[in-house]
């Protein structure tokens, strides 16, 4: 077994935010435990971005090509390779649905302990790594450590982690070769045809440099309506609890926290939000945290870069008439 971090690529574009992001975690990781981090590529080998992954902290690269293909039973095939020939200590895997299978297979072929969609991952005073995720229908974070196993395995959301590039580190590219054979279908099935359904258009929440977050504390239709008016002209991002989300005022690709999705924005401000930690953890890395709410024990005002006590409809009021001014938010106010 090697003393290392490895993260795995889910695919071809192994330049993608969320695998930088995790590099870049495996990186403190390895500063912190003094292992090396490695990242498993598959696909056309892009010189330009492999460099990257040296930037953001990596100390070797393995690399299979496989140009012009993603197979992806084939492809985990090969990372499994990867695996057994290099054996690191620790693996992390974007929580992406293909990611999500590929970790799921080598969890149980290398019987790796497996912790899904980690919010945190940490080595304590003793040197022992564990990885936080929400338990108990979301109301706790759990702490896990992985026993009686050599590998230890996490899978983890886009916007979790932080990327942070470094300086450049020196390149250790190393070319490997898969010698097994493909994947063979047991001949119980075999698919004919693939029809692609059409899909709804999603909202990716990722993308909002500057956002609203709606509360338990916004109850009116019609606030919620001047809200997203506001937002429109302001070039603010709408966003929301879990709480908005199972009142159906927001739809569900809009939930933040440890059951939705995770962001850094530069600008965040929260409308009756109370503060629970199942939401914090969402918006952990965000630049600037602006809070709204009439209760003074709000536990949000504990997380809070700017506290506003003070009724939502006088807040909204205010907002309409600067919006007139044409005065925008900015990350420099």
């Known amino acids: 077994m090697s003393k290392e971090i490895t993260v795995i690529c889910d695919s071809q574009e192994y330049?993608?935010?969320?695998?930088?992001q995790l590099v870049t975690k495996a990186r403190s990781l390895g500063d912190a435990s003094k292992r090396k981090v490695s990242v498993f590529c598959v696909g056309y080998m892009d010189q330009e971005r492999i460099s990257t992954l040296f930037l953001y902290g990596a100390d070797r690269v393995v690399f299979c090509r496989e140009e012009g293909r993603f197979?992806?039973?084939?492809?985990?095939?090969?990372?499994?390779?990867?695996?057994?020939?290099?054996y690191p200590e620790v693996i992390?895997?974007?929580?992406?649905?293909?990611?999500?299978?590929?970790?799921?297979?080598?969890?149980?072929?290398?019987?790796?302990?497996?912790?899904?969609?980690?919010?945190?991952?940490?080595?304590d005073e003793a040197g022992e790594l564990g990885f936080s995720r929400a338990a108990i229908n979301d109301s706790v974070?759990?702490?896990?450590?992985?026993?009686?196993?050599?590998?230890?395995?996490?899978t983890v959301k886009k916007d979790v982690f932080i990327k942070a590039a470094g300086k450049p580190r020196e390149e250790s590219i190393v070319e490997f070769t898969f010698s097994g054979e493909e994947p063979?279908?047991?001949?119980?099935?075999?698919?004919?045809?693939?029809?692609?359904?059409?899909?709804?258009?999603?909202?990716d929440i990722h993308l909002f440099k500057k956002v609203f977050c709606i509360g338990r504390g916004v109850k009116d239709r019609a606030v919620l309506d001047r809200i997203?008016?506001?937002?429109?002209?302001?070039?603010?991002?709408i966003v929301g609890t879990r709480a908005v989300v199972e009142e159906k005022l927001i739809e569900k690709e809009r939930q933040v926290g440890q059951s939705g999705k995770s962001i850094s924005p530069q600008i965040y401000i929260s409308f009756g939000v109370s503060g629970a930690?199942?939401?914090?953890?969402?918006?952990?890395?965000?630049?600037?945290?602006?809070?709204?709410?009439?209760?003074?024990?709000?536990?949000?005002?504990?997380?809070?870069?700017?506290?506003?006590?003070?009724?939502?409809?006088?807040?909204?009021?205010?907002?309409?008439?600067?919006?007139?001014?044409?005065?925008?938010?900015s990350e420099r106010n």
């Open 277 to 329: 930690s199942q939401h914090m953890v969402g918006i952990k890395n965000a630049a600037a945290i602006i809070a709204v709410n009439t209760d003074r024990q709000a536990a949000i005002f504990d997380y809070a870069d700017y506290s506003v006590v003070e009724n939502l409809e006088s807040i909204l009021d205010h907002l309409e008439k600067l919006s007139n001014t044409k005065v925008t938010f």
């Open 228 to 237: 997203y008016k506001i937002a429109e002209k302001y070039d603010m991002g």
């Open 71 to 86: 197979d992806l039973p084939y492809f985990t095939e090969v990372i499994a390779a990867m695996v057994t020939e290099i």
């Open 92 to 123: 992390l895997v974007p929580a992406t649905v293909d990611g999500k299978i590929i970790a799921a297979v080598l969890s149980t072929r290398f019987e790796a302990g497996l912790t899904a969609d980690c919010i945190e991952i940490e080595f």
């Open 184 to 203: 063979k279908c047991n001949g119980a099935w075999v698919v004919e045809e693939r029809i692609e359904r059409e899909r709804k258009k999603e909202i």
């Open 141 to 154: 974070t759990a702490t896990i450590k992985c026993i009686n196993c050599n590998i230890m395995m996490g």
């Open 15 to 20: 330049d993608r935010e969320d695998v930088l």
